[in-house]
């Protein structure tokens, strides 16, 4: 089992930046694959960035390419989420995910994930 501790979220104008972290804990020494995940009111829970732990290489959605960074820390065990030029539409609660062995799947399908933070809000506005 692994936990995951986002923190990072908050409220920015448009065009503005923030940077999410993901803690984690537990049984991380097995996790290949940790992603951040996002769900807009009304939304499904769609996936944003994700990082290949061992190797580095990254996996962006093409609404967030070449303005959010995913990036590890191996030595702190985290994850983060730099998010630039912020549109109202990146406004959702975003979740830090981490797989487990065995798990099959593309890297931003969250059917990968079974280890989900509880989430961190963030609101762009206009």
């Known amino acids: 089992q692994v936990r995951l501790v986002e923190s990072g979220g908050g409220s920015v104008q448009a065009r503005g930046s923030l940077r999410l972290s993901c803690a984690a804990s537990?049984?991380?020494?097995?996790?290949?694959?940790m992603a951040w995940f996002r769900q807009a009111p009304g939304k499904e829970r769609e996936g944003v960035a994700a990082?290949?732990?061992?190797?580095?290489?990254?996996f962006y959605a093409d609404s967030v390419k070449g303005r959010f960074t995913i990036s590890q820390d191996k030595d702190r065990n985290t994850v983060y989420l730099q998010m630039n030029s912020l549109k109202p539409e990146d406004t959702a609660n975003y979740y830090c995910?981490?797989?487990?062995?065995?798990?099959?799947?593309?890297?931003?399908?969250?059917?990968?994930?079974?280890?989900w933070g509880q989430g961190t809000l963030v609101t762009v506005s206009s």
């Open positions: 990082v290949y732990l061992r190797s580095g290489e990254t």
């Open positions: 995910a981490a797989d487990r062995p065995g798990t099959l799947g593309w890297p931003l399908n969250q059917s990968r994930y079974t280890n």
């Open positions: 537990g049984n991380t020494a097995s996790t290949k694959y």
